[in-house]
């Protein structure tokens, strides 16, 4: 079984790039953010066309949320119930007895400003959200949170960790944040496994940042238990960065046996 997920930034400009990139990679669940489309706007008859069934939350202009799978998808659950919101950007659902839950976390924008509050508060409620729901589904086959966190873990994940140095994405609350989902008894599958420095998900458009390898890991799959030992690999897959008109990040790819 393989699991991936992307930041496709605006499924409306990015349907053809993730369609192709499909063909190429028939991963079994994709979760996708930044969707960028109201519900009435989504492309149901093109994914259903790829051979995938589809759940999706999404608004006008920014964020939205969508699990793709090649199996039936149960119990969808839009937003977090213990943190309301307006802004789209969780969604989970069953699929052959695992609990998906495809996150986008808010950037933040900058350290000490109110969507960086925004953004902590966010992470928090995370927290106890996804403590019930690991709780809830632990007699079934695991839970998997995959998604665009908007966090750099750790320094290696970095192109330049001097310059990003108490910067928002890499901040210490940040990061202590992420690791408190960890610490309910999560694994990042990229960590799993050797890796090659410099491996990042996210370069920004501007000053040459995917030429320059000038990049950050904020996109993650995190594991529980029961999926962590079935996991066999995990990579970042750089090729539609290369596209022309890309998002800005690459899909991450997990393969459980």
């Not at 009435?40 to 799978?69: H, R």
């Not at 789209?88 to 900058?110: K, S």
């Not at 890796?195 to 890991?217: E, I, M, P, T, V």
């Amino acid at each position: 079984m393989k699991i991936a997920t992307w930041n496709v930034n605006s499924l409306k400009v990015r349907l053809a790039h993730l369609l192709q990139w499909l063909e190429a990679n028939p991963v079994d669940v994709l979760c996708l953010q930044e969707t960028k489309l109201t519900d009435d706007k989504f492309p149901i008859s093109e994914i259903n066309a790829a051979g995938y069934e589809v759940a999706f939350s999404g608004q006008k202009t920014y964020n939205g949320v969508a699990i793709l799978s090649k199996l039936p998808l149960t119990d969808v659950v839009r937003n977090n119930p213990l943190f309301p919101d307006e802004q789209q950007r969780i969604l989970a659902a069953t699929i052959g007895g695992v609990r998906f839950i495809c996150a986008y976390v808010p950037n933040g924008q900058a350290v000490d400003t109110d969507k960086y509050a925004y953004k902590l508060a966010w992470l928090a409620s995370l927290r106890d959200w996804l403590a019930d729901e690991m709780r809830a589904h632990a007699g079934g086959g695991g839970l998997a949170i995959l998604g665009d966190y908007n966090i750099a873990p750790e320094d290696r994940d970095v192109h330049d960790p001097a310059a990003w140095a108490g910067q928002v994405l890499c901040s210490d609350k940040e990061r202590a944040a992420l690791t408190a989902l960890v610490d309910l008894g999560l694994s990042d599958a990229f960590r799993l496994f050797e890796q090659a420095d410099k491996s990042f998900s996210w370069w920004d458009y501007r000053q040459l940042g995917y030429q320059k390898n000038k990049g950050l890991r904020i996109d993650h799959i995190l594991l529980s238990d029961a999926l962590s030992k079935r996991c066999t690999a995990c990579a970042i897959d750089r090729v539609p960065r290369k596209w022309e008109q890309p998002s800005d990040h690459a899909p991450v790819i997990a393969t459980l046996g």
